[in-house]
């Protein structure tokens, strides 16, 4: 593919914020090498610095690439995610290739949201695909944070959950401790969208929104059929800023319509008709034609 075939262009960024709260316990595994020996068999993620547990946004962005990975019936599972033992198939396009008659990751509803990497035995011309949306780590809410650090449960801001297995030959028990996040806690979360191309805005936004929905019936984290891990999103206004709105700080240049739960097909028609640049043109000549629009006329906010 040549070279100014794959310039990818910024028009601006859409952020999603809001609050996602466990109606279940909630178990985000971390490594038990930082553990002291005899503790949990199986910990939860903590932040470094606080100690607090967090969900790392890769943990939400990862199975919400799943869901929609599932959904998507079109898209052939053609990566190995897992070992060669036990193999996971999934899907993920060669990066911006088109190789093998498949569409790349632009063509490509997931890979465009998610990113994909080209395949280390890939073609030269392959190149990796970058997501277009951002999930950064969620942290608990400061509420949260308040009542789970006055929790006496002998663990810091988490609970213990005792599961014991039964050997169905030998009837031998075997027994773990589980760390999890109690329910009810929240955490606030944050996504960033880049707009490249309105006309993919409101499918890529109607893909997340989907994942959402699923995920919601779905879990998050560990041990999810066993009943961790339901979790509840609750989206804040969407907030869509023109790459002007970073340089110029003009109000103008930045809109906050319903939260992403709560957008129909009308208003993501309308978020991707507002950064598309020939339409912005079209809407300054004809606002300046017209008097009776705000825009020029309006006081600036001090
Ligand atoms: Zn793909």
Not at 22 to 46: F, Q, T, W, Y
Not at 98 to 114: E, K, N, S
Not at 221 to 236: A, I, K
């Amino acid at each position: 593919m040549a070279e100014h075939a794959m310039a990818r262009k910024l028009l601006g960024k859409i952020e999603l914020i809001g609050t996602l709260e466990c109606l279940s316990g909630l178990h985000i595994g971390a490594s038990k090498e930082n553990i002291e020996i005899g503790a949990l068999d199986s910990p939860v993620m903590r932040d470094p610095v606080t100690d607090a547990p967090y969900i790392p946004g890769s943990s939400l962005k990862g199975k919400l690439r799943a869901l929609l990975e599932k959904v998507s019936l079109e898209l052939q599972p053609n990566r190995n995610g897992g070992t060669r033992s036990n193999p996971v198939m999934r899907h993920e396009c060669d990066g911006w290739s088109t190789g093998d008659g498949q569409p790349g990751a632009p063509h490509c509803p997931v890979c465009r949201l998610f990113g994909s990497t080209k395949r280390s035995e890939g073609s030269r011309d392959a190149k990796n695909y970058p997501a277009r949306l951002k999930v950064r780590d969620l942290h608990l809410t400061d509420a949260s944070r308040a009542q789970l650090a006055a929790l006496d449960t002998g663990l810091h801001m988490t609970e213990w959950k005792f599961e014991n297995s039964i050997d169905r030959i030998t009837s031998a028990a075997n027994p773990r401790n589980l760390e999890r996040v109690p329910k009810g806690a929240e955490f606030t979360f944050a996504m960033v969208y880049d707009v490249e191309d309105p006309d993919t805005v409101k499918e890529d936004l109607q893909n997340l929104k989907l994942a959402v929905q699923i995920l919601q019936a779905d879990s998050l984290g560990g041990h999810g059929s066993r009943g961790y891990g339901w979790v509840e999103l609750r989206f804040g206004q969407t907030r869509a800023r023109k790459v002007d709105w970073y340089r110029t700080r003009d109000e103008a240049a930045q809109k906050e319509v319903e939260g992403l739960d709560a957008l129909n097909d009308e208003q993501f028609d309308e978020l991707a008709k507002w950064f598309a640049p020939e339409e912005s043109a079209r809407d300054v000549q004809a606002s300046s034609s017209s008097s009776s629009s705000g825009g020029n006329n309006s006081e600036e906010a001090a």
